[in-house]
């Protein structure tokens, strides 16, 4: 007999948006052609299986939709999220740290590293450790089977659950058909890298980020595959009929080739040699080095870093500390004066305690650093320190009561030859100049800019005229000028090939005349008038922008009409009237670089290049006294904020400072911080919002700024609060917090369900598996993810916390990426906190407990710790 079957009524809604249903709908339809129907219609022609199947899963997924609904998604991107991956690059900074100290290197270093990453997780996390799901095949399908059942059973019908044969066919397609390839995928160094470069290929390539990357890279691999292209390249462009006007542009793109080809061949002889230098080293025995005076080290944060360490090995910190402690001091009594007489202009009365919390602050200030009783004492002329003894108890403390003493601090600071005289020896000074950016290589020495170059920190050049000079000889305001890049040519000169722009100059005189010429410049020389007009008017740096450079085919036809036209626009806004209006001390700058003359360059190339990465540096250089001025100007904070961390007054207040002022996280013991959640420092009393802390604490740890100074590196945490302040402005914590809701709203997540059919299932038909990429173009995509990395890291941030510290931040990110068991780990966390954040109500974290006990490496952490405390 045979049973009348009632037909099934499919309800095609699932999420209640019509944006995200239409594809969902695709992707199961094609799901269940490419998974189920191919075999299934093999064994029986029957429909109503793959409509119950089909059914079953919407159910799954309205379920699932419903369920994503009633989460506030905020805390999970802005806070769980960010902090599991920066507690996961801790513990990768563990396992090199760890691998660095070990002697054994008989092992792969790869095993090495992954073990020592899987032994840092355990003292992480105690009760968990991923290394088994993440290395084993046959663990990790367990692990996803034993996952997808749970899911199973959270999001399906009772009646479909209990169904076995219904339930172990879903969890199959799930795990091994759908998960598994997914973090496969996700998890493969190669398509990691192609994201990166997908993700940042607006930005144009960097030459300078390109040449630090190969000349910092111990992969001879990674160089072999990138001279190969070279020599390829080489041997096309050779092949070329040069003829007429080319036969300059190939001849210099074939010279740009051959030193990138050279570069190449001297890094790779050096690592094979096993002969690698420290370049630090080799600046300090060989290169000139930069000349920085104390003045400008004692403003400059990095600088004042590495001068601090100096001076604390030499046992003379107390005299370090006792300069920087009174420029807060004077700042902080003058605002505290000037109030005074306001009140007292105003007619109100001035209260009594202004005065005695000034003397109480000098008082302070002698007590630490000048008294008997002072330890260490700063050691300075006694007679000095008798009269200001007797001043300050006698008389009312004015801001420059301790001028005198000062400015002998910071002379025997500058002439002791066991103070700056010997930090200009060290390895601490050429390790401060790598931060800058400012180290000479050492095979350039001998070139025409000069030996030894000295960076005074004033613009220098064939434009000597103060501001007011300027604006005293700008008696031609009213001329009307005009000019434009009429054409463009390659020159080549001395076997230097460049292009050559003609620039036509019309100039309007008073009597209605009119003059007119031709002036000729070369890009380095717009480069040069750039950093000119933006170091004396640097309002002028957010509204200029010069084109950038580049490094191959830059004199390509098709390249310098595109830089003609971008450099005929940044005429067209310098020349712009309101422009001319708003800064009228501009224009003698601007006539000094169009007049028909060979345009003088006032800095070698050196210089220029001390410029161009130190210059940009005075916008973020904060002195002490610009400090104190920024912050809360009560006299016990600025005292507090100047002295902090620099003696036994900053051990008492330092918590409370970095708490009301600062706002950083208060923070842990070093050996306590290094074993936890990077969120531990968290402190939940602190009224300020959550999501720029948690950035600030991922920059924290990507940069690993603990190792730096407690002093400068709460400093370092202000100025990167107000670079992103800078950057986004006030509302910072709200731009993030739409910027989640942006990502998180359903004409997103239609784009993303959107993306993943076509990515599955281009033009509706299954993708296959691509072929595994040729080694040397796995090893090529490497240098140019690392140089799109490194490349777009903003200049300031640079300026703030040191160009060497920068590019290790950044390669030691790039690196931690290039493991695929540690890639998976990540995966997995973020898969944990996901489900943890979508199933509250659920005992999700005590399952993952459960799971990933498992590990051997569990049992031996465990022993350890319980012989450790029976030793006790």
Not at 408 to 426: C, H, I, T
Not at 513 to 524: A, F, H, L, P
Request: net charge neutral; proline share 4%.
């Amino acid at each position: 007999m045979k049973l009348e079957m009632k037909p099934i009524k499919i309800d095609r809604r699932l999420t209640g948006s019509s944006f995200i249903d239409e594809p969902l709908q695709q992707v199961i339809q094609f799901a269940l052609r490419d998974y189920i129907q191919y075999w299934y219609y093999t064994l029986s022609e029957d429909e109503s299986f793959l409509l119950e199947i089909r059914q079953t899963l919407q159910n799954a997924l309205v379920q699932f939709s419903t369920r994503s609904k009633e989460v506030d998604w905020q805390p999970y991107f802005t806070t769980r999220l960010v902090d599991d991956f920066a507690t996961h690059l801790r513990v990768f900074r563990k396992a090199q740290d760890r691998l660095a100290d070990r002697e054994d290197k008989q092992r792969d270093i790869t095993e090495e590293l992954v073990d020592s990453f899987f032994e840092a997780e355990v003292e992480m996390e105690r009760k968990i450790c991923r290394d088994v799901v993440c290395t084993s095949n046959k663990d990790e399908e367990g692990f996803l089977r034993d996952l997808c059942e749970l899911l199973l059973y959270l999001l399906l019908p009772p009646g479909d659950f209990h169904n076995k044969n219904m339930r172990y066919f879903l969890r199959e397609v799930l795990a091994r058909g759908v998960l598994l390839p997914l973090i496969n995928q996700l998890s493969d160094p190669d398509y990691i890298n192609q994201f990166v470069i997908w993700m940042i290929s607006d930005s144009s390539c960097n030459y300078e980020a390109f040449m630090n990357i190969l000349k910092l890279t111990d992969k001879p691999a990674e160089l072999e595959a990138v001279k190969d292209k070279v020599v390829e390249e080489l041997q096309y462009l050779r092949s070329l009929d040069t003829a007429g006007d080319d036969i300059n542009v190939i001849k210099n793109q074939i010279n740009s080739l051959l030193f990138v080809k050279k570069v190449c061949e001297t890094r790779i002889q050096r690592l094979q040699s096993g002969k690698e230098v420290d370049a630090l080293k080799l600046a300090a025995n060989f290169g000139k080095l930069c000349v920085i005076p104390l003045d400008h080290i004692l403003i400059h944060n990095i600088a004042l870093q590495f001068f601090m360490d100096f001076m604390q090995a030499a046992g003379a910190q107390a005299e370090l500390f006792f300069w920087l402690t009174v420029e807060g001091y004077r700042v902080t009594a003058q605002q505290q004066l000037e109030a005074m007489q306001g009140w007292q202009k105003d007619g109100k009365k001035q209260p009594s305690a202004t005065k005695g919390l000034l003397k109480a602050a000098a008082l302070g200030v002698y007590e630490q650093y000048l008294s008997d009783k002072a330890s260490p004492r700063v050691q300075v002329d006694e007679e000095s320190v008798t009269k200001l003894g007797e001043k300050l108890q006698k008389d009312d403390p004015t801001p420059e009561i301790f001028d005198e003493i000062q400015r002998q601090v910071y002379d025997m600071m500058l002439r002791d030859e066991r103070y700056y005289p010997s930090f200009k020896q060290s390895p601490l000074y050429v390790r401060m100049l790598a931060e800058l950016d400012m180290l000479k290589e050492p095979s350039y020495r001998g070139s025409d800019d000069g030996d030894g170059e000295s960076f005074n920190g004033s613009p220098t050049g064939s434009i000597n005229l103060s501001l007011d000079d300027l604006s005293n000889s700008c008696h031609d305001d009213t001329m009307h000028l005009h000019a434009f890049i009429s054409d463009t040519g390659v020159c080549n000169d001395h076997g230097k090939t460049y292009a050559l722009y003609a620039i036509t100059v019309f100039r309007r005189n008073h009597d209605g005349s009119e003059d007119c010429w031709k002036t000729y410049r070369r890009y380095s020389d717009f480069h040069d008038f750039h950093m000119r007009i933006t170091e004396q008017f640097e309002n002028m740096a957010s509204i200029l922008k010069l084109p950038g450079k580049k490094t191959f085919n830059n004199m390509d036809r098709d390249f310098l009409e595109k830089r003609k036209k971008d450099l005929n626009a940044y005429l067209q806004l310098l020349l712009n009237p309101e422009m001319v209006k708003a800064c009228p001390t501009l224009i003698p700058y601007v006539y000094d670089f169009l007049e028909n003359k060979a345009y003088s360059k006032g800095k070698g190339e050196f210089a220029r290049k001390i410029d161009t990465f130190v210059n940009p540096l005075r916008s973020s250089m904060r002195n002490v006294s610009n400090a104190v001025k920024a912050l809360p100007d009560s006299l016990a904070e600025g005292m507090t904020k100047v002295s902090d961390n620099m003696g036994r007054m900053s051990e008492r207040l330092g918590q409370d400072i970095k708490q009301s002022i600062l706002k950083v996280p208060p923070l842990l013991p070093k050996s306590e911080m290094e074993h936890c959640r990077v969120s531990a420092q968290l402190d939940d009393n602190v009224d300020d919002n959550i999501p720029l802390r948690v950035m600030l604490l991922l920059m924290d740890e990507v940069f690993d700024l603990k190792e730096k100074n407690q002093w400068l590196r709460r400093n370092i945490k202000n100025l990167l609060q107000q670079l992103i302040r800078a950057t986004y402005g006030d509302t910072i914590n709200r731009k993030i917090v739409d910027h989640v809701d942006y990502l998180t709203s359903p004409e997103q997540v239609a784009d993303y369900v959107k993306k993943f059919r076509d990515s599955y299932w281009p033009n509706g038909i299954l993708a296959e598996s691509p072929p595994r990429r040729d080694k040397n173009i796995r090893m090529r995509t490497r240098v140019a993810a690392k140089t799109s990395l490194l490349g777009i890291m903003p200049d300031e941030l640079k300026h703030i916390i040191g160009a060497d510290t920068t590019r290790k931040g950044i390669l030691r990110v790039f690196d931690m990426f290039q493991y695929q068991p540690m890639n998976r780990r990540l995966v997995y966390v973020f898969l944990e906190g996901f489900l943890e954040t979508m199933f509250p109500q659920y005992k999700f974290p005590e399952l993952f407990v459960k799971l990933h006990s498992r590990s051997p490496r569990i049992h031996r952490y465990s022993q350890k710790l319980k012989s450790s405390s029976l030793k006790r």
